[in-house]
């Protein structure tokens, strides 16, 4: 059957629509400039399993869960779900996690740039520079052949449904009110849209994703390798649709300082996405697209899924973050640290292969 | 026997790129073995936007492309 998502109308509708559940997300009750972030999200699961615990920043986030799961049940739908792995997992766990770090400099993963510059924070502009800085560099090591090695399918179903049943675990232990999760938190919670509206909209994020690709890296990407604009059109639909619903709900304010969950120091908002997209150019995806590639059975995108928890764990346990007034203490050598893993990575693993 | 670009478990944006390869090196007739339903949209819509016609199979592991122009 053709895939209405693979053409460029379907691409636009994907985008639009992924992009007003962003600003809905918000207005119901998550974060500022934050209606959708795999970042952020990631991060505050992490926290809500202790693996950090930053102040307000514990929360098993349904999107997370929704989107992975959404994806799944789309892929299992249309035969394209596969048990597949066995190319440098390591590698690509150590690439999620700087990646982490590097947006938790910026604050945001490459969605939440788009939707920080929708909802009128203008620093996410460096951060976007930074992420266009990072894929381009990534694209060209892969124009010269950067290969991670193929991945092979797996000989039983296991490592295709680890991540997917751990979602379901995790659901799980949110509706259940599990009492150990419960936010180690003296001020708040993290904020948060109710849990049918985050676990629903994440289902439906997830499904649309997987169906048309959806991939702010890649957008990038492509325009540098092939000059193709078919997933930047997807991701100028995310972001119009997001300013456009932000202007509509009163939730566009322009400036540099005091956004939400933002900082001015554009030098560290510029170079922690450069590591991010650089790291994600490397890896084959966004941090959204990985986990659409978990949910269809990849076991290698799962495997950059728990670096990203890694790292978001790092990040806050080690001073790594950056908050509302600037990079954090170690951040800046953190950032220096992983340009030189990708970039030594890269360098090794671009060989010219006969075509 | 005409030239054949194995893109089988390569993650995006590689098939592509030993496609555009191929194109580069003035190939006008190959093969290109996919396996993945990504891989094969993308492929299509390079080869499609460079001029190039497809004839699709499927195969036991993947999709064939005949490439041709």
């Known amino acids: ?355 | 026997m005409s030239k054949q670009v194995d893109t089988r478990g390569l993650s995006c944006p590689q098939p592509v790129v030993l496609v555009l390869r191929a194109i580069q090196q003035g190939d006008q007739m190959f093969e290109v073995l996919l396996d993945s339903e990504v891989a094969c949209e993308n492929v299509r819509r390079l080869l499609g936007s460079r001029g190039f016609r497809i004839e699709e199979t499927q195969a036991a592991d993947g999709t064939v492309f005949q490439v041709s122009r």
């Open chain 1, 1 to 355: 059957m053709k895939n209405f998502f693979a053409t460029r109308t379907g691409i636009v509708t994907a985008g639009v629509v992924i992009g007003s559940f962003a600003a809905v997300l918000q207005k119901v009750g998550n974060p500022a400039n934050m209606g959708l972030c795999m970042a952020c999200f990631e991060r505050d699961t992490a926290g809500a399993l202790a693996l950090h615990r930053a102040g307000a920043l514990q929360y098993i986030r349904p999107e997370i869960i929704g989107i992975l799961l959404g994806a799944c049940a789309v892929s299992l739908r249309r035969g394209e779900f596969r048990s597949r792995g066995g190319s440098s997992a390591v590698v690509r766990f150590f690439l999620g996690a700087f990646a982490m770090i590097g947006a938790l400099v910026f604050l945001g993963c490459p969605w939440r740039a788009f939707l920080r510059l929708a909802g009128g924070d203008l620093n996410a502009i460096a951060g976007i520079l930074g992420l266009a800085a990072g894929v381009f560099v990534g694209a060209q090591f892969l124009k010269r052949g950067f290969s991670l090695g193929r991945s092979r399918p797996a000989e039983g179903a296991a490592p295709g449904w680890v991540l997917p049943a751990a979602m379901v675990g995790l659901l799980a232990l949110a509706l259940a009110d599990f009492g150990p999760l419960a936010p180690d938190v003296t001020d708040k919670v993290a904020p948060h849209a109710p849990l049918w509206i985050s676990l629903g909209a994440g289902l439906v994020i997830g499904g649309l994703a997987q169906r048309s690709r959806f991939c702010t890296m890649g957008a990038l990407r492509d325009l540098f390798i092939v000059r193709d604009v078919h997933l930047l059109l997807g991701v100028a639909g995310f972001a119009v649709a997001a300013f456009a619903l932000n202007l509509a709900f009163g939730q566009f304010h322009a400036g540099f300082a005091g956004q939400p969950a933002a900082h001015t120091q554009q030098l560290w908002n510029f170079l922690g996405m450069v590591l991010a997209g650089l790291s994600f150019a490397l890896a084959g995806g966004c941090p959204g697209r990985q986990l659409i590639l978990a949910g269809e059975g990849d076991s290698d995108s799962a495997v950059f899924v728990l670096g990203m928890f890694a790292g978001a764990a790092f990040a806050h346990n080690f001073a790594l973050a950056s908050s509302g007034k600037g990079a954090g203490q170690f951040g800046p050598a953190a950032v220096v640290i992983g340009l030189v893993f990708a970039l030594v990575v890269a360098a090794i693993m671009t060989r010219r292969r006969p075509a």
